[in-house]
């Protein structure tokens, strides 16, 4: 996998072209096209989790800020006991549910109420701490910086801190970037969690490489996608860039590749079916929705 820095510097070297109004086009026309790569494969690896407290008599709550589609939902009913939601799409049901406000410990569905919020039937009867679980698809981040490298990294294998020599790591500049150690002893990117001070920052997961000690390394913004994928993104700004430049062999070219791609993580990623026979194991992976196949769209 590769950096958004190293896509966009991809896509210069390809071109030729280095004026700086054409590396602002490539940086939005690569977000562009993540975002519409992802979109078709209906943000199979970057679907969220959230988790709301259920309220006394309160039918509506607020949905998380970046969510796009609500995949899955789900209440707590009781402890250790918790039932999916049947979902209202017909406004004019949702509705007549409603016409005499019912309340209950059992809720049985919801509707979504425009983009903001959620809509809970019955109305819950009693608080529940967490007790309202939303599996969706959020709005990709749309990348901006580039990779830091200055000064050195020292990282114990299975932990998760990762202390800095002559870094200036801060919360604004450098949360939620990747962090790749680039001495060849790991290729693996690891998300930064937290930065405590420009010295230190503390990684999602345990380091899985070997103990290292004043090695070079990289923090970069990267795409949440497989790593076979890096291309997608280039060639759509490419495919971009070629129109705008009048050059419609190229244009179609990185068209064609781009669209390959496409094509083919679809068939990879939105269908996990492969037998006819159902198991045990297929009814099990039913009460599990992060074992459920997406839907494309």
Known sequence: MISFQACYTKCQRISGDTTANVLTQFKEDLNIGYQRFNSKIARYFTRKQALINLVASQQAYNLPVDLIKVSYVSVVVATGFEVPLIQIR????????NIVTTSSRDVTHYFVLGNDQIGLWPTPSAAVTNGLRLIYQPQDAFLTKDDYTT???SITTATTTVTGVSTTWTTASHDAMYLQVTDGSDGHWYEVASVASTTSITLSI????PTVS???YKLGQMFIFPGEYDDVPVDYALMRYYEAKNNPSRARYHHKKYDEAVNQAVQAYTSSSTSNIITDADYLSESNPW???????
Do not use: C, F, H, I
Not at 90 to 97: A, H, T, V, Y
Not at 206 to 209: A, F, I, V, W
Not at 291 to 297: I, M, S
């Open 206 to 209: 345990n380091y899985s490489g």
């Open 151 to 153: 000064g050195t990294v």
């Open 90 to 97: 017909d406004e004019d049901e949702w509705r007549l549910k």
């Open 291 to 297: 074992l459920w196949p997406p839907q494309a769209g």
């Open 214 to 216: 004043a090695v070079t």
